[in-house]
């Protein structure tokens, strides 16, 4: 069994930056391929970036490339979300979320979720 748990969300003004981190337990964590969704308030949980288990492979939204990049420690079974140049449009409740298939992940459909972590950005 795999359990996530996110942190690092808060309150940042326009143009400021955070680091989302996402600690996970479970033996299986380094064979999983993990990523990063939002959900913001009337909206529907959207992808934001995932990375497969070695880190050879990533991808992003659209909305987040050049400013959100997401990375990964084996070792300490960790995932992070490094997020820069920070819009309004970015406040949301984001999700760490794990799993065995990269394009099941990608689809919004991985074997695990986070409780998740609230960032809002002030304009």
């Known amino acids: 069994q795999v359990q996530l748990v996110e942190s690092g969300g808060g309150l940042v003004q326009a143009g400021g930056s955070l680091r989302l981190s996402c600690a996970a337990s479970g033996r299986t964590f380094s064979s999983y391929s993990m990523g990063w969704f939002r959900q913001a308030p009337g909206k529907e949980r959207e992808f934001v970036a995932i990375?497969?288990?070695?880190?050879?492979?990533?991808n992003y939204a659209d909305s987040v490339k050049g400013r959100f990049t997401i990375s990964r420690d084996k070792a300490k079974s960790m995932v992070y979300l490094q997020m820069n140049n920070l819009k309004p449009e970015d406040t949301a409740v984001y999700y760490c979320?794990?799993?065995?298939?990269?394009?099941?992940?990608?689809?919004?459909?991985?074997?695990?979720w986070g409780q998740g972590t609230q960032v809002t950005v002030s304009s």
């Open positions: 990375i497969s288990w070695n880190s050879g492979w990533t």
């Open positions: 979320a794990a799993g065995e298939s990269f394009s099941t992940v990608r689809a919004g459909n991985p074997d695990h």
